[in-house]
Protein backbone atom coordinates (compact mmCIF):
# COMPACT_ATOMS: atom_id res chain seq x y z
CA UNK A 1 0.00 0.00 0.00
CA UNK A 2 0.85 3.50 -0.73
CA UNK A 3 0.63 6.54 0.87
CA UNK A 4 0.04 10.30 0.10
CA UNK A 5 -0.85 13.34 0.63
CA UNK A 6 -1.71 15.20 -2.21
CA UNK A 7 -0.72 18.82 -0.48
CA UNK A 8 2.97 16.90 0.38
CA UNK A 9 3.42 14.51 -2.47
CA UNK A 10 6.27 15.65 -4.53
CA UNK A 11 5.18 16.46 -7.90
CA UNK A 12 7.21 17.34 -10.90
CA UNK A 13 6.34 20.02 -13.79
CA UNK A 14 3.30 18.87 -15.40
CA UNK A 15 4.76 16.96 -18.45
CA UNK A 16 2.47 18.52 -20.91
CA UNK A 17 3.45 21.69 -19.85
CA UNK A 18 6.57 22.27 -21.97
CA UNK A 19 8.35 25.46 -23.95
CA UNK A 20 6.49 25.10 -26.91
CA UNK A 21 3.23 26.37 -24.41
CA UNK A 22 3.56 28.50 -21.99
CA UNK A 23 6.74 29.73 -20.34
CA UNK A 24 7.45 27.72 -16.98
CA UNK A 25 9.04 28.37 -14.85
CA UNK A 26 10.27 27.06 -11.24
CA UNK A 27 12.39 28.69 -8.91
CA UNK A 28 14.41 25.76 -7.45
CA UNK A 29 15.31 24.50 -11.51
CA UNK A 30 17.31 27.30 -12.25
CA UNK A 31 17.30 29.99 -9.72
CA UNK A 32 20.14 32.23 -11.82
CA UNK A 33 17.86 31.77 -14.74
CA UNK A 34 18.66 34.86 -17.59
CA UNK A 35 15.75 37.39 -17.04
CA UNK A 36 14.58 38.00 -20.75
CA UNK A 37 11.66 36.32 -21.34
CA UNK A 38 9.73 37.13 -18.07
CA UNK A 39 6.97 39.72 -18.91
CA UNK A 40 8.02 41.47 -15.74
CA UNK A 41 11.36 43.03 -16.79
CA UNK A 42 9.74 44.50 -19.50
CA UNK A 43 11.36 48.30 -19.69
CA UNK A 44 8.93 48.67 -22.79
CA UNK A 45 5.68 47.31 -21.69
CA UNK A 46 5.27 44.87 -24.89
CA UNK A 47 5.30 41.06 -24.16
CA UNK A 48 7.73 40.65 -26.78
CA UNK A 49 9.88 42.79 -25.35
CA UNK A 50 10.74 44.74 -28.52
CA UNK A 51 10.30 48.49 -27.51
CA UNK A 52 7.79 50.57 -28.40
CA UNK A 53 7.04 52.70 -31.78
CA UNK A 54 5.15 55.57 -32.54
CA UNK A 55 2.86 53.08 -34.70
CA UNK A 56 2.62 50.30 -31.99
CA UNK A 57 -0.72 49.15 -29.82
CA UNK A 58 -0.91 50.40 -26.71
CA UNK A 59 1.33 48.19 -24.29
CA UNK A 60 -1.11 46.29 -22.03
CA UNK A 61 -1.55 45.98 -18.81
CA UNK A 62 0.52 43.61 -16.88
CA UNK A 63 -1.83 41.34 -14.11
CA UNK A 64 -0.37 38.94 -12.06
CA UNK A 65 -2.48 36.13 -11.19
CA UNK A 66 -1.66 34.85 -8.04
CA UNK A 67 -2.75 31.08 -7.36
CA UNK A 68 -3.16 29.16 -10.57
CA UNK A 69 -6.06 26.88 -8.89
CA UNK A 70 -9.42 27.43 -11.00
CA UNK A 71 -10.34 30.38 -9.08
CA UNK A 72 -7.01 32.43 -10.95
CA UNK A 73 -6.88 30.43 -14.09
CA UNK A 74 -10.70 31.72 -15.12
CA UNK A 75 -9.81 34.83 -14.01
CA UNK A 76 -6.63 35.01 -16.35
CA UNK A 77 -8.27 33.62 -18.84
CA UNK A 78 -11.11 36.16 -18.95
CA UNK A 79 -8.08 38.90 -18.80
CA UNK A 80 -6.12 37.31 -21.42
CA UNK A 81 -9.38 37.51 -23.83
CA UNK A 82 -8.92 41.37 -23.08
CA UNK A 83 -5.66 42.00 -24.27
CA UNK A 84 -4.21 42.07 -20.63
CA UNK A 85 -0.74 40.27 -20.53
CA UNK A 86 -0.85 37.80 -17.80
CA UNK A 87 1.48 36.24 -15.31
CA UNK A 88 0.17 32.97 -13.26
CA UNK A 89 1.81 32.86 -10.37
CA UNK A 90 2.00 29.66 -8.43
CA UNK A 91 3.59 28.60 -4.72
CA UNK A 92 3.38 24.57 -5.67
CA UNK A 93 4.97 23.15 -8.47
CA UNK A 94 1.56 21.58 -9.93
CA UNK A 95 -1.15 23.94 -11.61
CA UNK A 96 -4.93 23.26 -10.62
CA UNK A 97 -4.79 23.83 -7.11
CA UNK A 98 -7.28 21.80 -5.09
CA UNK A 99 -8.47 20.22 -8.57
CA UNK A 100 -5.14 18.85 -9.97
CA UNK A 101 -3.31 15.35 -10.26
CA UNK A 102 -0.22 14.10 -9.57
CA UNK A 103 1.72 11.15 -10.36
CA UNK A 104 1.97 8.21 -7.58
CA UNK A 105 4.09 5.44 -8.94
CA UNK A 106 2.60 4.46 -12.30
CA UNK A 107 -0.46 6.52 -11.88
CA UNK A 108 -1.90 9.55 -12.08
CA UNK A 109 -4.10 10.60 -9.80
CA UNK A 110 -6.19 13.33 -9.26
CA UNK A 111 -5.55 15.01 -5.71
CA UNK A 112 -9.41 14.43 -5.03
CA UNK A 113 -12.45 12.83 -6.84
CA UNK A 114 -14.26 15.27 -8.43
CA UNK A 115 -17.82 15.41 -9.57
CA UNK A 116 -18.81 17.62 -11.66
CA UNK A 117 -22.72 18.82 -11.78
CA UNK A 118 -25.19 19.64 -14.75
CA UNK A 119 -25.72 23.31 -13.38
CA UNK A 120 -22.32 24.13 -13.36
CA UNK A 121 -23.18 26.76 -16.07
CA UNK A 122 -19.53 28.97 -15.51
CA UNK A 123 -17.48 25.81 -14.74
CA UNK A 124 -18.73 23.90 -18.01
CA UNK A 125 -18.53 27.41 -20.13
CA UNK A 126 -14.22 27.21 -18.73
CA UNK A 127 -13.85 23.94 -19.93
CA UNK A 128 -15.66 24.64 -23.61
CA UNK A 129 -13.47 27.64 -23.44
CA UNK A 130 -10.53 25.31 -23.39
CA UNK A 131 -12.14 22.98 -25.99
CA UNK A 132 -12.16 20.24 -23.55
CA UNK A 133 -15.84 19.28 -23.17
CA UNK A 134 -15.36 15.88 -24.69
CA UNK A 135 -12.92 15.00 -21.60
CA UNK A 136 -15.82 15.33 -19.99
CA UNK A 137 -18.99 12.73 -19.01
CA UNK A 138 -22.07 13.55 -18.07
CA UNK A 139 -25.21 11.70 -17.73
CA UNK A 140 -27.27 12.39 -20.10
CA UNK A 141 -29.98 12.98 -17.68
CA UNK A 142 -29.93 12.20 -13.50
CA UNK A 143 -29.34 8.63 -12.67
CA UNK A 144 -27.71 7.08 -9.67
CA UNK A 145 -27.90 3.68 -7.91
CA UNK A 146 -27.88 4.13 -4.09
CA UNK A 147 -26.81 1.14 -1.97
CA UNK A 148 -28.49 1.30 1.24
CA UNK A 149 -27.73 -1.00 4.14
CA UNK A 150 -31.32 -3.17 2.91
CA UNK A 151 -30.63 -3.46 -0.92
CA UNK A 152 -30.41 -0.89 -4.29
CA UNK A 153 -32.12 1.48 -5.17
CA UNK A 154 -31.98 3.71 -8.52
CA UNK A 155 -33.31 7.23 -8.28
CA UNK A 156 -33.19 8.16 -12.25
CA UNK A 157 -34.93 11.29 -14.12
CA UNK A 158 -37.72 10.79 -16.23
CA UNK A 159 -37.35 12.72 -19.82
CA UNK A 160 -40.27 15.76 -18.76
CA UNK A 161 -39.79 19.50 -17.80
CA UNK A 162 -38.24 20.31 -13.97
CA UNK A 163 -39.64 19.44 -11.30
CA UNK A 164 -41.31 16.78 -12.69
CA UNK A 165 -38.61 15.00 -13.88
CA UNK A 166 -37.25 14.01 -10.75
CA UNK A 167 -40.46 14.24 -8.54
CA UNK A 168 -42.60 11.29 -9.90
CA UNK A 169 -39.12 9.01 -9.97
CA UNK A 170 -39.07 10.25 -6.50
CA UNK A 171 -42.47 8.97 -5.43
CA UNK A 172 -41.04 5.46 -6.49
CA UNK A 173 -37.83 6.10 -4.67
CA UNK A 174 -38.25 2.34 -3.00
CA UNK A 175 -34.79 3.47 -0.52
CA UNK A 176 -37.59 5.40 1.66
CA UNK A 177 -40.58 4.43 2.96
CA UNK A 178 -43.42 6.09 1.92
CA UNK A 179 -43.60 8.89 5.29
CA UNK A 180 -39.85 9.13 4.39
CA UNK A 181 -40.73 10.19 1.10
CA UNK A 182 -43.71 12.80 2.01
CA UNK A 183 -41.03 14.09 4.42
CA UNK A 184 -38.76 14.63 1.74
CA UNK A 185 -41.20 15.86 -0.47
CA UNK A 186 -42.74 18.30 1.99
CA UNK A 187 -39.11 19.71 2.88
CA UNK A 188 -38.16 20.05 -1.20
CA UNK A 189 -41.48 21.88 -1.63
CA UNK A 190 -40.42 24.56 1.43
CA UNK A 191 -36.89 24.97 -0.20
CA UNK A 192 -38.85 26.40 -3.37
CA UNK A 193 -40.05 29.24 -1.34
CA UNK A 194 -37.84 32.34 -1.96
CA UNK A 195 -37.21 32.64 2.04
CA UNK A 196 -36.14 30.10 3.77
CA UNK A 197 -33.42 29.43 6.16
CA UNK A 198 -33.71 31.71 9.03
CA UNK A 199 -30.48 34.38 9.62
CA UNK A 200 -28.08 32.27 11.44
CA UNK A 201 -29.72 29.07 11.36
CA UNK A 202 -27.69 25.90 10.07
CA UNK A 203 -28.97 23.07 7.62
CA UNK A 204 -29.35 20.63 10.31
CA UNK A 205 -31.92 23.45 12.20
CA UNK A 206 -33.97 23.64 9.17
CA UNK A 207 -34.13 19.91 8.22
CA UNK A 208 -35.56 19.70 12.01
CA UNK A 209 -37.94 22.48 11.68
CA UNK A 210 -39.38 20.25 8.61
CA UNK A 211 -39.68 17.50 10.29
CA UNK A 212 -37.21 15.49 8.47
CA UNK A 213 -36.79 11.57 10.11
CA UNK A 214 -33.69 9.76 10.44
CA UNK A 215 -34.51 8.14 7.21
CA UNK A 216 -34.69 10.68 5.42
CA UNK A 217 -31.68 12.37 6.30
CA UNK A 218 -29.57 9.10 6.06
CA UNK A 219 -30.57 8.33 2.87
CA UNK A 220 -31.60 11.22 1.02
CA UNK A 221 -30.25 14.30 2.30
CA UNK A 222 -26.67 12.50 3.49
CA UNK A 223 -25.75 11.19 0.63
CA UNK A 224 -26.17 14.24 -1.83
CA UNK A 225 -25.64 17.11 0.61
CA UNK A 226 -22.88 16.40 2.54
CA UNK A 227 -20.65 15.78 -0.62
CA UNK A 228 -21.75 19.29 -1.75
CA UNK A 229 -21.14 20.86 1.10
CA UNK A 230 -18.27 19.05 3.14
CA UNK A 231 -19.57 19.72 6.43
CA UNK A 232 -21.50 18.29 8.91
CA UNK A 233 -25.58 20.19 8.49
CA UNK A 234 -24.73 21.64 12.42
CA UNK A 235 -22.09 23.51 10.86
CA UNK A 236 -23.45 24.92 7.90
CA UNK A 237 -25.94 27.69 7.25
CA UNK A 238 -29.16 27.19 6.03
CA UNK A 239 -28.77 29.13 3.71
CA UNK A 240 -25.96 27.05 1.74
CA UNK A 241 -28.01 23.88 1.98
CA UNK A 242 -30.94 25.23 0.26
CA UNK A 243 -29.21 27.31 -2.45
CA UNK A 244 -27.70 23.35 -3.17
CA UNK A 245 -31.31 22.43 -3.06
CA UNK A 246 -32.24 24.58 -5.04
CA UNK A 247 -29.63 24.73 -7.93
CA UNK A 248 -28.97 21.13 -8.33
CA UNK A 249 -32.28 19.25 -7.13
CA UNK A 250 -34.89 21.85 -7.87
CA UNK A 251 -33.41 23.54 -11.46
CA UNK A 252 -33.57 22.88 -14.42
CA UNK A 253 -33.83 19.17 -15.98
CA UNK A 254 -30.04 18.94 -16.51
CA UNK A 255 -29.17 20.66 -13.33
CA UNK A 256 -28.61 17.73 -11.45
CA UNK A 257 -26.75 15.58 -14.13
CA UNK A 258 -23.36 14.43 -12.79
CA UNK A 259 -20.35 13.50 -14.77
CA UNK A 260 -16.62 13.69 -13.82
CA UNK A 261 -13.59 14.27 -16.03
CA UNK A 262 -12.08 11.42 -18.01
CA UNK A 263 -8.90 12.82 -18.08
CA UNK A 264 -6.55 14.02 -15.39
CA UNK A 265 -7.93 17.25 -13.67
CA UNK A 266 -4.60 18.94 -14.28
CA UNK A 267 -5.23 18.76 -18.04
CA UNK A 268 -7.65 21.81 -17.65
CA UNK A 269 -5.39 23.79 -15.62
CA UNK A 270 -2.68 22.83 -17.84
CA UNK A 271 -4.27 24.19 -20.97
CA UNK A 272 -5.73 27.19 -19.17
CA UNK A 273 -2.14 28.37 -18.23
CA UNK A 274 -0.88 27.88 -22.06
CA UNK A 275 -2.55 31.00 -22.99
CA UNK A 276 -1.25 32.91 -20.14
CA UNK A 277 1.88 35.08 -21.19
CA UNK A 278 3.95 33.78 -18.22
CA UNK A 279 4.03 30.90 -15.65
CA UNK A 280 6.05 31.20 -12.65
CA UNK A 281 5.62 27.94 -10.19
CA UNK A 282 7.19 27.82 -7.06
CA UNK A 283 7.09 31.03 -6.40
CA UNK A 284 4.82 31.88 -3.48
CA UNK A 285 4.15 35.39 -2.71
CA UNK A 286 5.01 36.40 0.58
CA UNK A 287 3.70 39.99 0.61
CA UNK A 288 1.99 43.23 -1.41
CA UNK A 289 4.35 45.97 -2.26
CA UNK A 290 1.51 48.90 -1.82
CA UNK A 291 2.68 52.31 -2.37
CA UNK A 292 0.12 55.49 -2.20
CA UNK A 293 -3.00 53.94 -2.12
CA UNK A 294 -1.86 51.17 -5.12
CA UNK A 295 -1.07 47.90 -5.62
CA UNK A 296 2.72 47.81 -6.97
CA UNK A 297 4.50 44.68 -6.41
CA UNK A 298 4.24 41.46 -5.42
CA UNK A 299 7.26 40.12 -3.20
CA UNK A 300 8.51 36.61 -3.59
CA UNK A 301 10.16 36.18 -0.66
CA UNK A 302 13.44 38.91 -1.76
CA UNK A 303 12.15 39.80 -5.32
CA UNK A 304 9.23 42.09 -6.54
CA UNK A 305 7.24 41.12 -9.40
CA UNK A 306 5.83 44.84 -10.65
CA UNK A 307 2.42 45.02 -11.64
CA UNK A 308 0.05 47.04 -12.75
CA UNK A 309 -2.51 44.87 -10.96
CA UNK A 310 -3.51 41.43 -9.57
CA UNK A 311 -6.08 38.95 -9.04
CA UNK A 312 -5.03 37.41 -5.36
CA UNK A 313 -6.77 33.61 -5.98
CA UNK A 314 -5.06 32.29 -3.06
CA UNK A 315 -7.28 30.44 0.23
CA UNK A 316 -7.84 33.09 3.04
CA UNK A 317 -5.45 31.77 5.61
CA UNK A 318 -3.01 32.55 2.88
CA UNK A 319 -4.12 35.51 2.23
CA UNK A 320 -4.21 36.46 5.41
CA UNK A 321 -0.26 35.47 5.88
CA UNK A 322 1.09 37.91 3.34
CA UNK A 323 2.84 40.72 4.17
CA UNK A 324 0.58 43.93 3.17
CA UNK A 325 -2.53 42.20 2.82
CA UNK A 326 -4.26 44.18 5.59
CA UNK A 327 -3.94 47.62 2.84
CA UNK A 328 -6.60 45.37 1.15
CA UNK A 329 -8.97 45.87 4.18
CA UNK A 330 -10.71 42.20 3.84
CA UNK A 331 -12.38 41.52 7.09
CA UNK A 332 -13.26 38.11 8.72
CA UNK A 333 -10.37 36.23 6.67
CA UNK A 334 -9.52 34.60 10.47
CA UNK A 335 -13.42 33.35 10.46
CA UNK A 336 -13.23 30.71 7.65
CA UNK A 337 -12.52 26.95 8.64
CA UNK A 338 -12.02 24.23 6.66
CA UNK A 339 -13.40 20.68 6.87
CA UNK A 340 -11.15 17.28 5.27
CA UNK A 341 -12.05 14.86 2.28
CA UNK A 342 -10.55 11.84 2.17
CA UNK A 343 -10.23 9.52 -1.17
CA UNK A 344 -9.75 6.07 -0.80
CA UNK A 345 -8.67 4.22 -4.47
CA UNK A 346 -9.25 0.37 -4.57
CA UNK A 347 -7.61 -1.44 -7.42
CA UNK A 348 -9.66 -4.86 -7.26
CA UNK A 349 -8.65 -8.23 -9.10
CA UNK A 350 -9.60 -7.81 -13.03
CA UNK A 351 -13.03 -9.55 -13.48
CA UNK A 352 -14.46 -6.65 -11.28
CA UNK A 353 -15.42 -3.53 -12.90
CA UNK A 354 -14.36 -4.58 -16.58
CA UNK A 355 -16.44 -4.82 -19.34
CA UNK A 356 -18.90 -7.76 -20.35
CA UNK A 357 -16.35 -9.26 -22.52
CA UNK A 358 -13.85 -8.38 -19.56
CA UNK A 359 -11.87 -6.44 -21.81
CA UNK A 360 -10.82 -3.07 -20.11
CA UNK A 361 -10.73 -1.18 -23.14
CA UNK A 362 -14.87 -1.64 -22.93
CA UNK A 363 -14.59 0.09 -19.86
CA UNK A 364 -15.35 3.16 -19.44
CA UNK A 365 -11.97 4.81 -19.52
CA UNK A 366 -12.27 3.57 -23.08
CA UNK A 367 -15.43 4.68 -24.16
CA UNK A 368 -16.07 7.33 -25.60
CA UNK A 369 -17.16 10.32 -23.76
CA UNK A 370 -20.69 12.25 -23.60
CA UNK A 371 -20.74 15.49 -24.33
CA UNK A 372 -22.87 16.59 -22.51
CA UNK A 373 -27.20 16.90 -23.09
CA UNK A 374 -26.44 16.75 -26.57
CA UNK A 375 -24.79 13.42 -26.57
CA UNK A 376 -27.71 11.14 -25.61
CA UNK A 377 -25.48 7.58 -26.70
CA UNK A 378 -24.82 5.87 -23.30
CA UNK A 379 -21.46 4.36 -22.55
CA UNK A 380 -23.31 2.38 -20.54
CA UNK A 381 -25.11 -0.34 -22.50
CA UNK A 382 -26.50 -2.08 -19.26
CA UNK A 383 -27.59 0.73 -17.99
CA UNK A 384 -29.77 1.26 -20.80
CA UNK A 385 -30.51 -1.84 -21.35
CA UNK A 386 -31.73 -2.68 -17.97
CA UNK A 387 -34.39 -1.25 -15.46
CA UNK A 388 -32.37 -3.73 -12.93
CA UNK A 389 -29.99 -2.27 -10.71
CA UNK A 390 -28.54 -5.64 -9.89
CA UNK A 391 -27.86 -6.23 -13.80
CA UNK A 392 -25.80 -2.28 -13.59
CA UNK A 393 -22.35 -3.28 -11.68
CA UNK A 394 -20.41 -4.49 -14.89
CA UNK A 395 -20.78 -0.69 -15.80
CA UNK A 396 -20.81 0.39 -12.47
CA UNK A 397 -20.01 4.55 -13.20
CA UNK A 398 -21.03 6.47 -9.70
CA UNK A 399 -23.06 4.83 -6.71
CA UNK A 400 -23.51 6.80 -3.69
CA UNK A 401 -24.11 4.44 -0.12
CA UNK A 402 -26.11 5.60 2.48
CA UNK A 403 -25.18 5.44 6.03
CA UNK A 404 -21.50 5.13 5.17
CA UNK A 405 -18.44 6.95 5.82
CA UNK A 406 -18.13 6.62 2.48
CA UNK A 407 -20.68 8.37 0.33
CA UNK A 408 -19.93 8.01 -3.37
CA UNK A 409 -18.02 5.39 -5.27
CA UNK A 410 -16.56 5.96 -8.88
CA UNK A 411 -15.67 3.38 -10.87
CA UNK A 412 -11.77 4.47 -12.69
CA UNK A 413 -11.23 1.74 -14.37
CA UNK A 414 -11.47 -2.03 -14.57
CA UNK A 415 -11.67 -3.38 -11.23
CA UNK A 416 -10.51 0.48 -9.76
CA UNK A 417 -12.72 1.89 -7.42
CA UNK A 418 -12.97 5.70 -6.00
CA UNK A 419 -14.51 5.90 -2.86
CA UNK A 420 -14.92 9.87 -1.65
CA UNK A 421 -15.34 10.25 2.15
CA UNK A 422 -16.72 13.63 2.68
CA UNK A 423 -16.74 15.56 6.33
CA UNK A 424 -13.79 13.13 6.98
CA UNK A 425 -13.13 14.94 10.54
CA UNK A 426 -12.86 11.72 12.39
CA UNK A 427 -11.41 10.00 9.85
CA UNK A 428 -8.22 12.01 8.22
CA UNK A 429 -5.74 11.34 11.00
CA UNK A 430 -6.80 7.34 10.26
CA UNK A 431 -3.27 5.58 9.16
CA UNK A 432 -3.82 4.57 5.56
CA UNK A 433 -4.07 0.52 6.36
CA UNK A 434 -7.04 1.65 8.08
CA UNK A 435 -9.15 3.84 5.92
CA UNK A 436 -8.65 1.41 2.80
CA UNK A 437 -9.56 -1.71 5.23
CA UNK A 438 -12.66 0.50 6.11
CA UNK A 439 -13.57 1.48 2.20
CA UNK A 440 -12.96 -2.03 1.15
CA UNK A 441 -15.45 -3.61 4.00
CA UNK A 442 -17.79 -0.60 3.23
CA UNK A 443 -17.84 -1.85 -0.44
CA UNK A 444 -17.88 -5.65 0.59
CA UNK A 445 -20.56 -4.59 2.30
CA UNK A 446 -23.05 -3.26 -0.18
CA UNK A 447 -21.47 -5.00 -3.41
CA UNK A 448 -21.58 -8.67 -3.44
CA UNK A 449 -20.52 -8.51 -6.68
CA UNK A 450 -17.08 -8.20 -4.84
CA UNK A 451 -17.19 -11.42 -3.42
CA UNK A 452 -14.17 -12.77 -2.37
CA UNK A 453 -12.20 -10.52 -4.93
CA UNK A 454 -9.08 -9.84 -3.95
CA UNK A 455 -7.60 -6.23 -2.94
CA UNK A 456 -4.83 -5.97 -5.16
CA UNK A 457 -3.84 -2.19 -3.74
CA UNK A 458 -5.28 0.35 -1.81
CA UNK A 459 -3.98 4.05 -1.65
CA UNK A 460 -5.77 6.73 0.43
CA UNK A 461 -5.40 10.54 -0.67
CA UNK A 462 -6.08 12.95 2.37
CA UNK A 463 -6.84 16.78 2.25
CA UNK A 464 -6.85 18.10 5.76
CA UNK A 465 -8.01 21.42 5.00
CA UNK A 466 -10.02 20.49 1.47
CA UNK A 467 -12.83 23.07 1.66
CA UNK A 468 -14.10 25.85 3.17
CA UNK A 469 -17.34 25.40 5.45
CA UNK A 470 -20.16 27.64 4.67
CA UNK A 471 -21.25 28.23 8.12
CA UNK A 472 -24.23 30.42 9.68
CA UNK A 473 -22.86 34.11 9.50
CA UNK A 474 -19.74 33.64 7.53
CA UNK A 475 -19.41 36.94 5.96
CA UNK A 476 -17.55 36.06 2.23
CA UNK A 477 -15.82 38.92 0.55
CA UNK A 478 -16.64 40.17 -2.74
CA UNK A 479 -13.62 40.70 -4.93
CA UNK A 480 -13.21 43.96 -4.94
CA UNK A 481 -10.64 45.78 -1.95
CA UNK A 482 -9.51 48.81 -0.58
CA UNK A 483 -6.86 48.79 -3.52
CA UNK A 484 -8.58 49.27 -6.91
CA UNK A 485 -6.08 47.35 -8.89
CA UNK A 486 -5.82 44.27 -6.86
CA UNK A 487 -9.00 41.97 -6.33
CA UNK A 488 -9.60 38.73 -4.57
CA UNK A 489 -10.99 35.50 -6.29
CA UNK A 490 -11.67 31.62 -4.73
CA UNK A 491 -14.23 29.41 -4.36
CA UNK A 492 -14.58 30.95 -0.76
CA UNK A 493 -15.45 34.54 -1.72
CA UNK A 494 -19.00 35.54 -2.20
CA UNK A 495 -20.22 33.36 -5.26
CA UNK A 496 -22.96 31.90 -3.39
CA UNK A 497 -21.89 28.64 -4.52
CA UNK A 498 -20.28 26.28 -1.50
CA UNK A 499 -16.65 25.30 -2.58
CA UNK A 500 -16.60 24.01 -5.78
CA UNK A 501 -15.19 24.17 -9.24
CA UNK A 502 -18.23 25.68 -9.89
CA UNK A 503 -17.59 28.21 -7.46
CA UNK A 504 -14.33 29.09 -8.32
CA UNK A 505 -14.92 29.42 -12.14
CA UNK A 506 -17.12 32.27 -11.17
CA UNK A 507 -15.20 34.07 -8.76
CA UNK A 508 -12.41 34.10 -10.93
CA UNK A 509 -14.66 35.65 -13.89
CA UNK A 510 -16.07 38.11 -11.26
CA UNK A 511 -12.42 38.93 -9.93
CA UNK A 512 -11.71 40.07 -13.74
CA UNK A 513 -14.83 41.66 -14.64
CA UNK A 514 -14.55 43.98 -11.23
CA UNK A 515 -10.52 44.50 -12.18
CA UNK A 516 -11.79 45.66 -16.03
CA UNK A 517 -14.13 47.62 -14.73
CA UNK A 518 -11.81 49.31 -12.51
CA UNK A 519 -9.42 50.42 -15.00
CA UNK A 520 -11.36 50.93 -17.93
CA UNK A 521 -10.28 50.74 -21.16
CA UNK A 522 -9.68 55.02 -21.55
CA UNK A 523 -7.71 55.13 -18.55
CA UNK A 524 -5.32 52.02 -20.71
CA UNK A 525 -4.71 54.26 -23.29
CA UNK A 526 -2.69 56.66 -20.92
CA UNK A 527 -0.90 53.12 -19.79
CA UNK A 528 1.22 53.09 -16.99
CA UNK A 529 3.77 54.63 -18.19
CA UNK A 530 7.23 53.51 -18.62
CA UNK A 531 7.99 55.20 -15.62
CA UNK A 532 6.44 51.91 -13.94
CA UNK A 533 8.94 49.60 -14.98
CA UNK A 534 7.93 46.11 -13.67
CA UNK A 535 11.11 43.56 -12.05
CA UNK A 536 10.89 39.78 -11.32
CA UNK A 537 13.62 38.48 -10.01
CA UNK A 538 13.86 34.33 -9.50
CA UNK A 539 15.37 32.50 -7.06
CA UNK A 540 16.18 35.86 -5.03
CA UNK A 541 19.00 36.76 -6.74
CA UNK A 542 19.88 39.83 -7.99
C1 LIG B 1 -10.56 16.32 -2.13
C2 LIG B 1 -11.44 17.36 -2.79
C3 LIG B 1 -12.57 16.96 -3.48
C4 LIG B 1 -13.38 17.92 -4.08
N1 LIG B 1 -14.48 17.51 -4.77
C5 LIG B 1 -15.18 18.41 -5.48
C6 LIG B 1 -16.24 17.99 -6.31
O1 LIG B 1 -16.56 16.81 -6.38
N2 LIG B 1 -16.90 18.93 -7.06
C7 LIG B 1 -16.56 20.25 -6.99
O2 LIG B 1 -17.16 21.05 -7.70
N3 LIG B 1 -15.58 20.68 -6.18
C8 LIG B 1 -14.88 19.80 -5.43
N4 LIG B 1 -13.87 20.22 -4.63
C9 LIG B 1 -13.67 21.68 -4.42
C10 LIG B 1 -12.89 22.33 -5.56
O3 LIG B 1 -11.74 21.57 -5.89
C11 LIG B 1 -12.43 23.71 -5.09
O4 LIG B 1 -13.54 24.42 -4.63
C12 LIG B 1 -11.79 24.53 -6.19
O5 LIG B 1 -10.90 23.77 -6.97
C13 LIG B 1 -11.04 25.69 -5.50
O6 LIG B 1 -10.40 26.47 -6.46
P1 LIG B 1 -9.72 27.85 -6.03
O7 LIG B 1 -9.01 28.34 -7.22
O8 LIG B 1 -10.73 28.70 -5.40
O9 LIG B 1 -8.68 27.50 -4.87
P2 LIG B 1 -7.43 26.54 -4.87
O10 LIG B 1 -7.67 25.40 -5.76
O11 LIG B 1 -7.13 26.28 -3.44
O12 LIG B 1 -6.26 27.42 -5.52
C14 LIG B 1 -5.49 28.33 -4.80
C15 LIG B 1 -4.10 28.28 -5.36
O13 LIG B 1 -3.33 29.31 -4.77
C16 LIG B 1 -2.03 28.81 -4.53
N5 LIG B 1 -1.41 29.64 -3.50
C17 LIG B 1 -1.72 29.69 -2.18
N6 LIG B 1 -0.96 30.60 -1.57
C18 LIG B 1 -0.14 31.14 -2.50
C19 LIG B 1 0.86 32.13 -2.46
N7 LIG B 1 1.19 32.74 -1.33
N8 LIG B 1 1.51 32.43 -3.61
C20 LIG B 1 1.20 31.81 -4.79
N9 LIG B 1 0.24 30.86 -4.87
C21 LIG B 1 -0.43 30.53 -3.73
C22 LIG B 1 -2.28 27.38 -4.11
O14 LIG B 1 -1.12 26.59 -4.21
C23 LIG B 1 -3.38 26.99 -5.08
O15 LIG B 1 -2.85 26.48 -6.29
C24 LIG B 1 -13.05 19.30 -3.99
C25 LIG B 1 -11.91 19.69 -3.29
C26 LIG B 1 -11.11 18.74 -2.70
C27 LIG B 1 -9.88 19.19 -1.95
Not at 144 to 149: A, C, G, R
Not at 421 to 448: C, H, K, M, N, W
Request: glycine content about 10%.
Amino acid sequence: MMKTDASRAGMALPARVGSSQPRVQSRREDPAAPRAGVPGTRQSGRADGRAPSDGDAIPARHVAVVGAGLAGLAAALSLKREGWRVTLVERSRLLGGKATSFQLGDIEMDSGQHAILGCYSSFLEFVDELGMRGDLRIQERFDVLMLTDTGRARLRALRLPAPLHLALPFLRFRALGVRSRLQVARALLAARRPRGGEEGETFAAWLHRHGQGTQAQRVFWEPFLVPALNAPFDRVSAAAGLMVVRTALLGSRDAARIGYATVPLARFAERAAEQCDQVLLRTPVTGLHVEGGELRGLLTGDAEIGVDAAVLAVPPERLVRMAGAEALEVPDLETFTTQPIVDVHLWYERPIGAGADGDPASSHRGSPPLAGAAEPRSAHPAIERSQDPADVWPYLDFAAMTGSPVQWIFAKGPGYLCCSLSSAGDLISQPEERLVALADSELRSRLTELGGATLLRGVAVRDPEATFVPAPGLRRPGPATALANAVLAGCWTDTGWPATMEGAVRSGRAAARTLMAALPNQERATGPGPARTSRVELGGGS
